[in-house]
T-cell receptor, first 112, second 115 residues
C-alpha cells in the first residue's frame, strides 16, 4: 500500500527566505506526483505536476523535483512571501484509476 | 471559466441522519473523484467516476456511503445513518480525461459535522 510522508509537518520562516519542503513515498511505481496548496477552509490548488519520466518542473518561484527511484520529491520555494502561507500537500498517482494518495501536508507560515 | 463547485459548503447532521453532498464538476470533465479529509490529515480517496460509470469505489469506508453520477456530470455523495466518525471535509475533484497528463481540479469542499 502506498504511503506518503511529508517533512516537516510545520515550518515558520521570515519573509524572503528560500525553503524546501520534502515528500517521500514508499512505492516507486507511480505515474506522476503533484504538489498542491490548501488555504484554510478552501479546496486544493494544483501547483505543479511532475510526470514519472520527468525530473523537475518549475513555475515562477516554485521548483519541484522528483527522484522516483529513491521515492522522494522536494518543493523549493524561492524568496518566500507572506502570501505563501498555507498547507502544502504532495500526492502521488499510482496504479489504478488516477486516484491520488496524499501526504499529511506541511503547514507553512511566512512572517513579514 | 467556472471551477468545481460543491454544495452545501457546511452541513451539520445529527447522528443517524442521512446526508447528500453535491458536486458540479468543470464542464466537459470526464473524470470525477471524491475524497475525504479528516482534520489535520491529507485527503483520502473515496471513489472515482469516468462519465457515469463508477470505476473505483475501493475507498468508501462502509456500505453507508454511496455515490452516483447518473448523467455523467453532477455527482452526489450520500451518507446514510451518519456517525460521528464521518465528520470531515468532503472534497470533489474533476479532470479532463483519464491519463497522467491531466491535473485534478478540486472544489472548496463540504464540511460535515455530525453531532
Amino acid at each position: 500500500k502506498q504511503e506518503v510522508t511529508q517533512i516537516p509537518a510545520a515550518l515558520s520562516v521570515p519573509e524572503g527566505e528560500n525553503l524546501v519542503l520534502n515528500c517521500s513515498f514508499t512505492d516507486s511505481a507511480i505515474y506522476n506526483l503533484q504538489w498542491f496548496r490548501q488555504d484554510p477552509g478552501k479546496g486544493l490548488t494544483s501547483l505543479l505536476l511532475i510526470q514519472s519520466s520527468q525530473r523537475e518542473q518549475t513555475s515562477g518561484r516554485l521548483n519541484a523535483s522528483l527522484d522516483k527511484s529513491s521515492g522522494r520529491s522536494t518543493l523549493y520555494i524561492a524568496a518566500s512571501q507572506p502570501g505563501d502561507s498555507a498547507t502544502y500537500l504532495c500526492a502521488v498517482e499510482g496504479t489504478g484509476f488516477q486516484k491520488l494518495v496524499f501526504g499529511t501536508g506541511t503547514r507553512l507560515l511566512v512572517s513579514p | 471559466g467556472a471551477g468545481v463547485s460543491q454544495s452545501p459548503r457546511y452541513k451539520v447532521a445529527k447522528r443517524g441522519q442521512d446526508v447528500a453532498l453535491r458536486c458540479d464538476p468543470i464542464s466537459g470533465h470526464v473524470s470525477l473523484f471524491w475524497y475525504q479529509q479528516a482534520l489535520g490529515q491529507g485527503p483520502e480517496f473515496l471513489t472515482y467516476f469516468q462519465n457515469e460509470a463508477q470505476l473505483d469505489k475501493s475507498g468508501l469506508p462502509s456500505d453507508r456511503f454511496f455515490a452516483e453520477r447518473p448523467e455523467g456530470s453532477v455527482s452526489t455523495l450520500k451518507i446514510q445513518r451518519t456517525q460521528q466518525e464521518d465528520s470531515a471535509v468532503y472534497l470533489c475533484a474533476s479532470s479532463l480525461a483519464r491519463g497522467t497528463l491531466y491535473e485534478q481540479y478540486f472544489g472548496p469542499g463540504t464540511r460535515l459535522t455530525v453531532t
